[in-house]
């Protein structure tokens, strides 16, 4: 392959991107960098525009406007064999009528590269199936089939491995294991990971950065804990974990940290976790930052009085509780089952603490319940 | 309680009851036999008439021999039609196969206006009757001053052979996982590559039947062949013509041997095939 795109490195860089198909805006002016050697994830349900994403960026799809760039280089309309980028399709895409040694070498082989033997051994035991070289791939089971996909991809040292819903069809167990494995291998062979995943947890445990996606737009992009502990809007709370979500009014600044009511009880959060644009606002937190108080115990912290218990669920290593407030919203609150405390009962009258440092604080105009419809269990394939 | 019960109404079942359990299970065995029976009576017929030492006439037996078998072009003309309609089998073969391959890739894989008038229009071959097609090919031939003949013949069996190719190849293109081939180009092959290395074999199989069947479908026909053929002689019309006055126990020896070089195609298909998934 002669083409000087081939051999771009660097950072890929999304600019402006917008996919239509017909009326519909599968992407829309959608900017975005990956930066060289990241295990980066795009994360969203079905049909916010990730998949179209990773395949205008294989080179299988155009985008109607705006550019891709690999370093320097220009790949926005240049062919996928021409892109130093190579894919682990969603359902393998493995060739039937080849072994698994010519599925792996046939990358190589299409590039002219010398020794084929020795590269696709070495990748094999990378993947540790040197023994199933001769078999062909529907002899293997899932698991195997898509380490032989990675292996087929990464033998030929691409700047790119793009990961479409990688460990979709496999079972819970196997895909805990190949997570843990998928990170090991990206560390040791160096490559720039891009995953496209609709499962939260899975982008969690892999990620080093996520890009939480909805209808075609970027939500949010951080870290996993940015995500998590300051989530910027109500999807994003909702669509990673749970979040209770509390309607109030910023009424005042203390420091560093903002003065909120919440139905005329008053909390506090970190400046910093703000993301109201005005005086209304929406308090977030996490249902495992909260703790349950019968009403005479001293707390500390940020409190909420007149809770009354309407549901306890045991679920081992913690116990949900629903809680009622006075102004009729249920909160959900999950306690550790570590301290050896008599867990409550359901009609207790209790007060909720938290600590102001895990709030975090919506605009007041958000739609509350988005992102909170779709679990991630239910979502098919896009 | 219930054991007792179970012991004394064992012996009590009637032998017609036995027999319909019986039936009932073996139903479905029955049944083959009976179908499977039916199917070969006449090649078996063939064969064991391939044995007669006829002289004559063929349709009465009169004793074994296995000079038909030694000497199968004894028979005046009967190797001459053969190789007629081999000839002819195989190069409709080639072209119809290449050409029905190719609508089959366009149809099945590229949107393009008409594309669905085509799918249509490359049935109609097949559900037109054959004494109509053979027909109006001689009047057209005719009307072109082509004379009824050997190309004549191979041109008239491309016209209905292509549909059955179209067919056959376009099933096995719908079913290909467009995937592979996306695949086979994020991993450096170009289109020519791609088709190639990943389509062109993945197709394969589906294109070998469709050859298989185009052969076998013109060298069985007569009626379109009546037509076009002029004087060739292939060897569905030798046989038709040696009817009247007694069909040469060589054309059965002929037969049973195409009935056989068939089932041993078939055969070697299913072991290799078999080679391969295990």
Redesign the interface.
């Known amino acids: 392959?002669s083409f000087d795109a081939?051999s771009a490195r660097g950072d890929l860089i999304l600019t402006r991107i917008t996919k239509e198909y017909g009326d519909f805006k599968a992407v829309d002016d959608l900017s975005l960098t990956i930066p060289k050697g990241s295990f980066f994830a795009l994360l969203g349900p079905s049909g916010c525009g990730k998949t179209t994403t990773l395949r205008m960026i294989?080179?299988?799809e155009e985008p109607t406007i705006g550019s891709i760039h690999l370093g320097e280089t220009d790949i926005t309309t240049t062919?996928?064999?021409q892109r130093p980028?190579?894919?682990v399709?969603?359902?393998y895409?493995?060739?039937?009528?080849l072994t698994i040694f010519e599925n792996i070498a046939?990358?190589l082989r299409?590039?002219g590269i010398k020794d084929v033997d020795a590269e696709v051994n070495k990748v094999l035991n990378l993947v540790e199936l040197p023994h199933l070289a001769g078999r062909?791939p529907?002899q293997l089971s899932g698991g195997q089939q898509q380490r032989i996909a990675l292996a087929?991809?990464i033998v030929?040292r691409p700047a790119l491995l793009l990961l479409d819903e990688p460990l979709g069809a496999l079972d819970l167990k196997l895909r805990r294991q190949m997570q843990i494995e998928l990170k090991w291998i990206q560390k040791e062979v160096g490559l720039t990971f891009v995953h496209v995943t609709h499962d939260q947890e899975e982008a969690m445990t892999m990620a080093d950065t996520i890009a939480v996606m909805n209808e075609g737009k970027i939500e949010q992009m951080g870290s996993p804990a940015d995500l998590y502990d300051n989530p910027e809007t109500a999807f994003v709370a909702n669509f990673l974990g749970q979040s209770n979500l509390i309607k109030g009014t910023i009424t005042g600044n203390d420091g560093d940290s903002i003065i909120a009511d919440l139905y005329g009880q008053k909390i506090s959060l970190p400046k910093n976790r703000s993301h109201a644009v005005d005086n209304s606002m929406y308090a977030g937190i996490r249902p495992e930052k909260f703790r349950i108080s019968l009403l005479d115990t001293p707390v500390s912290g940020n409190v909420l009085t007149g809770g009354r218990i309407e549901d306890v669920s045991y679920i081992g290593v913690s116990t949900q509780y629903q809680v009622e407030m006075p102004w009729g919203q249920e909160l959900m609150v999950f306690e550790q089952n570590d301290d050896g405390v008599a867990p409550f009962n359901k009609g207790d009258a209790v007060n909720i603490s938290w600590a102001p440092v895990f709030t975090f604080a919506l605009r007041g105009d958000e739609d509350i319940t988005a992102g909170s419809e779709v679990t991630p269990e239910d979502l098919d394939e896009e | 309680m219930s054991k007792k019960i179970a012991e004394a109404a064992a012996p009590t079942i009637s032998p017609v009851i036995r027999f319909r359990r019986w039936f009932g299970r073996n139903l479905i065995r029955v049944y083959m036999f009976l179908a499977f029976t039916y199917l070969f009576i006449p090649v078996a017929y063939t064969f064991a008439f391939s044995f007669n030492d006829s002289g004559k006439s063929n349709l009465v037996w009169k004793g074994f021999t296995l000079s038909n078998w030694q000497n199968p072009c004894g028979a005046p003309e009967v190797c001459n039609a053969l190789v007629n309609s081999i000839n002819i089998g195989l190069i409709v073969t080639v072209f119809s196969t290449i050409l029905g391959t190719m609508i089959a890739f366009a149809i099945g894989r590229h949107k393009f206006r008409g594309r669905s008038t085509s799918n249509l229009l490359i049935f109609l071959p097949m559900a037109t009757p054959e004494i109509v097609l053979g027909a109006s090919l001689l009047s057209l031939f005719l009307t072109f001053h082509i004379n009824p003949g050997f190309w004549p013949t191979v041109i008239a069996h491309v016209v209905f052979c292509i549909s059955f190719v179209v067919v056959t190849v376009k099933a096995r293109i719908a079913s290909l996982?467009p995937?592979?081939e996306?695949?086979?180009?994020?991993?450096?092959?170009?289109e020519f590559?791609t088709f190639r290395?990943?389509t062109l074999?993945?197709v394969a199989p589906g294109i070998a039947g469709a050859a298989l069947l185009a052969f076998s479908l013109s060298f069985d026909d007569f009626i379109i062949t009546n037509f076009n053929s002029g004087t060739v002689i292939t060897f569905p019309k030798f046989v038709y013509t040696a009817a009247a006055r007694g069909i040469p126990a060589q054309a059965n020896v002929i037969a049973s041997g195409m009935f056989f070089l068939a089932l041993a195609i078939v055969l070697a298909g299913q072991i290799v095939n078999r080679r391969?998934?295990r």
């Open positions: 392959m081939s294989a080179g299988l062919k996928p064999y980028i190579n894919t399709f969603q359902n895409a493995l060739f039937p009528h046939f990358g299409r590039r062909k529907t087929r991809a030929n | 996982d995937r592979l996306q695949a086979a180009m994020d991993l450096y092959a170009n590559q290395r990943v074999p993945l391969k998934a």
